[in-house]
Nanobody
Framework: QVQLVESGGGLVQAGGSVRLSCAAS????????MAWFRQAPGKEREFVAA????????TYADSVKGRFTISRDNAKNTVTLQMNSLKPEDTAVYSC??????????????????WGQGTQVTVSS
């Protein structure tokens, strides 16, 4: 069982930065691929980024590549999403998710095992 709690969302101007954190409970955190998804009003949930169990491999959606960075600290059971050069279209509820022993290239949200409650990020123009 893994419980996930996100923090760090808020209101930011276009071009600004926000850092999201996801704190995980459970002793098997390092067995899970961790990912961030987002959902904007009226849209489906979409994949943002994922990081492998050990943190050595990452993958990103094309829309955020070069602007966002995902990382994890298995000693602290945390995963972070550093978001730079934010755009109004990045406005969404961001959620972290965990999938047991999965490829980082698995992007279907329906296959993830655990989810946080989400945190709102609003980017003003």
């Amino acid at each position: 069982q893994v419980q996930l709690v996100e923090s760090g969302g808020g209101l930011v101007q276009a071009g600004g930065s926000v850092r999201l954190s996801c704190a995980a409970s459970g002793r098997t955190f390092s067995s899970y691929t961790m990912a961030w998804f987002r959902q904007a009003p009226g849209k489906e949930r979409e994949f943002v980024a994922a990081v492998s169990w050990g943190g050595g491999s990452t993958t990103y959606a094309d829309s955020v590549k070069g602007r966002f960075t995902i990382s994890r600290d298995n000693a602290k059971n945390t995963v972070t999403l550093q978001m730079n050069s934010l755009k109004p279209e990045d406005t969404a509820v961001y959620s972290c998710a965990a999938k047991y022993y999965s490829s980082i290239y698995y992007r279907d949200p329906n296959g993830y095992d655990y989810w946080g409650q989400g945190t709102q990020v609003t980017v003003s123009s």
